[in-house]
C-alpha cells in the first residue's frame, strides 16, 4: 500500500518522457572521451554523479546506426539497472552468475568492471534472448562471458558453491519501468499474484551456487513490496547462513542501503 501522496508523484512520473542514459565501455574508451566524440556529433551529454560510466544524452537517435555504438564504446542501460554492478563491484578474476541475465546489461557491467578476467556465467531461458546478450557481448569486446540456456527454476546440482556473486534480477511485474513499458499499466492483477512464488524459489535457487563468504544480490524492476523486501526477508527467515549487508560503494537511498537493500 502506498501513500495517496506516493502514488500521484507515482502516476506523473510514469507520464513523463524517460531519460537516456549510456554506459561507457571503460575497456576502450574513458567517459570525457566518449562525452567529447559525442558531442562532435552534436549530441547534449550530462554526466551523471556517483555512477562514473553514465552519461545522460539528449537527442541520440538511430542508435544501432550509430558508428561509436557499432565500435562498442557504449551500450544502452538504465541507471537503476547500472546500480546492481555498481554494488556487486566485483573484484578481477572472480566467478559471477547471472541467472537472469537478458539482455545482458548487468552481465556485461560486472565483467567490464573486472576488466575481461574472471568469467561470466550469463544465463536465460529463450535462445533469442541469449542471441542478443551474445552480439552485446561481442560488440563490447568482452572475452570473459559465456552464455548458457539454463532455466533459472530448475536446480543445477554443477553449480552449487562455486560462485562469488551471483545476480537473480527476477522476473517481476515491472511496475517500476512503465515510463519504459507502458503496456505494463494493462496487465491483469491474476497475471502478477504468482510472482513471488517464482522470484522465491528463484532466490533460493541463486543462493545455492554462493560460495561461502560470497555475495547474492537480488533485484527488479519493480516498487511492490510483495516482490522485494518481503520475498528477501521471508529468504532470510528460512536461511539463516545468508545475512543482509551495507551497501557502500554507493549513496542513493541513505535511509535504507546502511540495512543491505536500495528502494528507488
Known amino acids: ?50 555512477i562514473d560510466e553514465a552519461i545522460m544524452v539528449q537527442n541520440l537517435k538511430n542508435i544501432e546506426g550509430n558508428e561509436l555504438f557499432k565500435l562498442g564504446y557504449f551500450t544502452i542501460q538504465d541507471i537503476s539497472s547500472m546500480l546492481v554492478g555498481k554494488i556487486a563491484n566485483p573484484e578481477k578474476d ?18 567490464t568492471i573486472m576488466e575481461n578476467t574472471g568469467q561470466v556465467i550469463a544465463r536465460d531461458v529463450f535462445d533469442h534472448k541469449l542471441k542478443l546478450i551474445k552480439s552485446t557481448v561481442n560488440r563490447l569486446g568482452l572475452t570473459n562471458v559465456s552464455i ?28 517500476g519501468i512503465i515510463r519504459r513499458k507502458p503496456e505494463i499499466k494493462f496487465k491483469e492483477a491474476s497475471e502478477l499474484s504468482g510472482l513471488p512464488d517464482i522470484q522465491s524459489k528463484i532466490l533460493n535457487n541463486a543462493s545455492k551456487y554462493v560460495k561461502e563468504n560470497g555475495t547474492l544480490i537480488y533485484s527488479t524492476c519493480t516498487i511492490h513490496d510483495e516482490e522485494n523486501i518481503d520475498v528477501v526477508e521471508q529468504f532470510l527467515k528460512e536461511n539463516k547462513n545468508f545475512e543482509l549487508v551495507p551497501i557502500k560503494n554507493i549513496n542513493i537511498d541513505l535511509e535504507n542501503q546502511e540495512k543491505g537493500y536500495i528502494k528507488i
Open 1 to 50: 500500500k502506498f501513500s495517496l501522496e506516493f502514488t500521484e508523484d507515482l502516476l506523473e512520473a510514469n507520464k513523463e518522457k524517460p531519460s537516456l542514459y549510456l554506459r561507457t565501455n571503460t575497456l576502450k574508451i574513458s567517459r570525457d572521451e566518449l562525452i567529447g566524440k559525442l558531442a562532435k556529433e552534436g549530441i547534449k551529454c550530462t554526466k551523471v554523479n556517483g
Open 94 to 111: 572472480s566467478k559471477v552468475l547471472d541467472i537472469c541475465s537478458a539482455p545482458g546489461g548487468k552481465t556485461t557491467h560486472v565483467a
Open 148 to 175: 548458457e540456456n539454463r532455466d533459472a527454476l530448475k536446480l543445477d546440482d554443477n553449480s552449487i558453491d562455486k560462485f562469488d556473486y551471483v545476480l537473480a534480477d527476477v522476473p517481476c511485474s515491472g511496475l
